[in-house]
């Protein structure tokens, strides 16, 4: 038997626990979904603006942003992050020329970040 299964025990339930009020609505959410292009350039797209006004990251109110990789109509993968840590890590990413603005959406309205997925756990 291992000796740490309490201690793991308990590590894992305090988890369950902040994620069980975070979607029991102690928490606001702001979901986004990919569709499938992020498997062929390896990026997401995480609107900051739109029409020249903050919109998306830069405008919620959620606690949580969860954004949702979906392949062929089914979920892959999700990311989940505090809204305040997600804005760091996006302007240090830009700061760093390691993710980048574009414009696009329907007629290239929105301001659009595009971030590889590999840099999403690797900058705090």
Same mark, same amino acid.
């Given at each position: 038997? *291992?000796?740490?299964?309490?201690?793991?025990?308990?590590?894992?339930?305090?988890? /369950?626990?902040?994620?069980?009020?975070?979607?029991?609505?102690?928490?606001? &959410? =702001?979901?986004? $979904?990919?569709?499938?292009?992020?498997?062929?350039?390896?990026?997401?797209?995480?609107?900051?603006?739109?029409?020249?006004? @903050?919109?998306?990251?830069?405008? $919620? *109110?959620?606690?949580?942003?969860? !954004?949702?990789?979906?392949? *062929?109509? =089914?979920?892959?993968?999700?990311?989940?992050? /505090?809204? !305040?840590?997600?804005?760091?890590?996006?302007?240090?990413?830009?700061?760093?020329? =390691?993710?980048? &603005?574009?414009?696009?959406?329907?007629? *290239?309205?929105?301001?659009?970040?595009?971030? @590889?997925?590999?840099?999403?756990?690797?900058? $705090?």
């Amino acid at each position: 038997m *291992n000796g740490n299964f309490d201690i793991d025990l308990d590590f894992g339930q305090v988890y /369950e626990e902040k994620i069980r009020k975070i979607f029991q609505g102690k928490g606001g &959410i =702001e979901v986004k $979904t990919e569709r499938d292009m992020w498997k062929r350039t390896g990026n997401i797209a995480i609107e900051v603006g739109f029409k020249g006004s @903050p919109s998306g990251l830069s405008s $919620t *109110n959620a606690d949580w942003w969860v !954004h949702i990789l979906s392949d *062929n109509g =089914e979920i892959d993968t999700a990311f989940m992050f /505090e809204v !305040h840590k997600l804005r760091k890590k996006i302007r240090r990413l830009v700061s760093r020329k =390691e993710a980048r &603005i574009v414009m696009g959406g329907d007629n *290239n309205d929105s301001k659009i970040v595009l971030v @590889p997925i590999s840099k999403l756990s690797q900058v $705090t």
